[in-house]
């Protein structure tokens, strides 16, 4: 389809965004990589006025240190992610599950920022965000303002950023010496998870010592199995991550749809759980 009519901007700096977003106020949307908006708005299930284009504003892009914590920009794309050095260390889950999203042609095009504050649960990235417990910076007129990925997304394709406020850059606490895997079921490759797990784990003297699970299309936003990461805590063998996985599913509530029912994806992130804390734990 043909998407409607609308007027664009390309600003080259962080002010002139803002300041667009501004003037437009509810009426604008942000191109960053395009990978979702485009969709979109060819659909026509968007209808902006304007289209703010930041893709060509360079202080959005890179990965730095800062103590211990990864600054990474909102414009950095899902390949630079997958290969840079400093998130493969650091922030090996992030990594991994970037790598499975859709293909290489929209891994080079799409972008970290783009995808999280698109907001979909179906996407790979908002639920790696949750178990890593990244903090979002967005820049608004006020200045800027740092959201726990645990209040960012706040329902189906809705975030907490306002209609005047740009993500600019993700904060990833480094999470060195933890396991990680992300596990994911998608019916053909490339495609939408059906339901994935992220897991991070971290062992003391043999046993689970802290675990964090992230879960991907179990519900209107992106979640943390919180019932699974407690009884979690001290598990000591495949039998007791078993046992704790079995509350994977618990107050979630996926969708119907023609991929799978409710039932079968409280099914999948049970059994998805245990597989991918198992591997993070070096148990499997």
């Known amino acids: 389809m043909i998407p409607p009519a609308f007027e664009y901007t390309r600003p080259a700096t962080v002010d002139e965004a803002l300041g667009a977003l501004t003037d437009a106020g509810e009426e604008a949307k942000v191109l960053a990589g395009g990978q979702s908006l485009l969709p979109l708005l060819r659909l026509r299930l968007a209808f902006p006025e304007l289209v703010v284009d930041v893709g060509r504003i360079p202080e959005l892009r890179g990965v730095r240190e800062d103590g211990d914590t990864l600054a990474i920009g909102a414009l950095t794309t899902h390949h630079d992610v997958v290969h840079d050095p400093l998130v493969r260390r650091h922030a090996g889950l992030?990594?991994?599950?970037t790598a499975t999203v859709a293909d290489p042609a929209v891994r080079h095009r799409g972008t970290l920022g783009g995808s999280l504050a698109h907001a979909d649960p179906a996407?790979?990235?908002?639920?790696v965000a949750l178990a890593l417990d990244a903090g979002l910076v967005v820049a608004g007129p006020g200045g800027r303002r740092t959201i726990p990925a645990r209040e960012f997304f706040v329902d189906y394709l809705q975030s907490a950023l306002a209609p005047d406020e740009l993500l600019v850059e993700v904060r990833i606490p480094k999470t060195d010496g933890w396991g990680f895997h992300y596990e994911k079921f998608h019916a053909v490759a490339q495609s939408w998870a059906v339901v994935a797990v992220a897991a991070l784990?971290?062992?003391?003297?043999g046993h689970i010592a802290e675990a964090r699970i992230g879960l991907t299309n179990m519900g209107s936003t992106p979640l943390r199995a919180g019932a699974a990461e407690r009884a979690l805590s001290g598990a000591d063998g495949p039998q007791a991550v078993a046992r704790a996985a079995e509350a994977a599913a618990e107050g979630t509530r996926p969708a119907q749809d023609l991929s799978a029912s409710p039932e079968y994806r409280q099914h999948l992130a049970r059994v998805l759980t245990r597989r991918a804390?198992?591997?993070?734990?070096g148990m499997g």
């Open 94 to 97: 992030l990594a991994a599950a």
């Open 123 to 127: 996407g790979d990235l908002p639920a």
């Open 201 to 205: 784990v971290r062992r003391d003297d």
């Open 277 to 281: 804390v198992l591997t993070a734990a």
